[in-house]
């Protein structure tokens, strides 16, 4: 990896968090649960070398752990799965449409939610279970979210070697 | 005429089964380890670690927010003052009334707070702050934009604001220089000596998630209805007392064997109203 592209990849790591903050923050106030950072690594997943992927996929996971009080590791673990799942998926699905990228991410948010609640009800003896209809509102937010995010992974990656060629 | 198939050598194959297998089952791995291990210690040690990654960079992502909010703030009332310009015309014509009015009011007021020895001013020290975040999974807990820097402490009472009237939010669990975080009420893991406000019985309180918190241990005979307003107890050593937490919502039927009562309350200030916090610094 050249430097160019760790600048790059760091860059959209920061518009991810900023993205994940504000959306989080002016969703919850109707009580829905977005979670933009996945949907960023849904992008990372599909378009980049595995290698970088798995990372981010971590990284990010890291990064809402963070915050957690219960629990610490359990969206690390979430995003890890989302990022197999994704990362098996890219060959198969021509993930460049909307179509793809929308569905993908919709089931990648009903899979998070529902793994991370299970994480935390069996590791905390607690639940995160945000409810069913802030769920289906978060992902059909996300869903709506993924062809932007999608188009600014590709666009500031560009013809970058970390783009995976299927 | 078919070329024979080259044979994918020893080394290129142990690359992509590194990166296609052992990649994920190592991060997988390490994220199941440290969900596994307690809090305290070594995972308590890598989030310390984190906090110099992402703090900075979650405090720029809350500026970020903060100035857009600005931005369309700003346009929002740019539109809004041409028609409001009007309206406000024609009210300070009725304001000007009232005014004179109102003078007179406040020196009526006045002169009855100081025969009556009121002390208006607020019990408790403490710092304002907005909630700066709410992650989408977690319901029960929130990050304000204020920390360590603003004087907050881990075990410093929450309290918020609900239909004008000021209630329990909950409790700081973690501080960092400019964030700090917050248990809410409705947490399972959050817990407050309460005292119910018609009788005085004294109970438990305990968050159930997203059903009404409970008190526990409030004994048998005490006469509890619905709608009594519970308040925070002087036995806390975490909440100043008479910190209106709810009102009773209903009282469980106690089995034959059971020495005490549990009464179900309604938060004062449930979890998804919490917006903007009174965090008290000294009690």
Known sequence: ?166 | MNTPKRPISFKRYTGHYRRRYLLPAGFLLASFLLMILPLEGWVASVKAVLAYVFIPQVRASHSTVQYAQGVSQTVQELLRAHQENDQLKQQIQATQLLSAQAQEILAENQRLTGLLKLDVSHPWKGVWAKVAYREPTQWNSVVLDKGSADGIKPRSAVIAMQEGQEGLAGVVVEVTENTSKVLLVQDEDFSAAVQLGRGGETGLLVGDGPRPVQIKYVPLLSNVQKGDPVYTSSASSVFPAGILVGQVHAVRKPDSFQTALTVEVNPQVPSSAVREVFVILEN
Request: one cysteine or more; aromatic letters at 18%; hydrophobic letters at 65%.
């Open chain 1, 1 to 166: 990896m050249n430097i160019v592209d760790a600048i790059k990849l760091f860059f959209l790591f920061i518009v991810a968090t900023v993205f994940h903050w504000a959306f989080a923050s002016l969703f919850a106030h109707w009580g829905i649960s977005v979670n933009t950072l996945l949907v960023f690594v849904a992008a990372f997943c599909a378009l980049l070398k595995l290698p970088v992927a798995y990372s981010a996929a971590f990284l990010g996971g890291l990064f809402l752990d963070f915050f957690g009080t219960k629990l610490f590791g359990n969206n690390a673990f979430t995003f890890t799965v989302c990022a197999c799942v994704i990362c098996n998926l890219a060959p198969r699905f021509d993930f460049d449409e909307l179509f793809p990228q929308m569905v993908a991410v919709f089931g990648l948010t009903w899979l998070a939610g529902i793994c991370n609640a299970l994480l935390v009800y069996l590791f905390a003896s607690a639940s995160a279970w945000p409810g069913f209809w802030s769920l289906l509102g978060g992902a059909f937010v996300d869903c709506l979210c993924a062809p932007l995010v999608f188009w600014l992974v590709r666009r500031v990656m560009g013809s970058s070697l970390l783009i995976r060629q299927v």
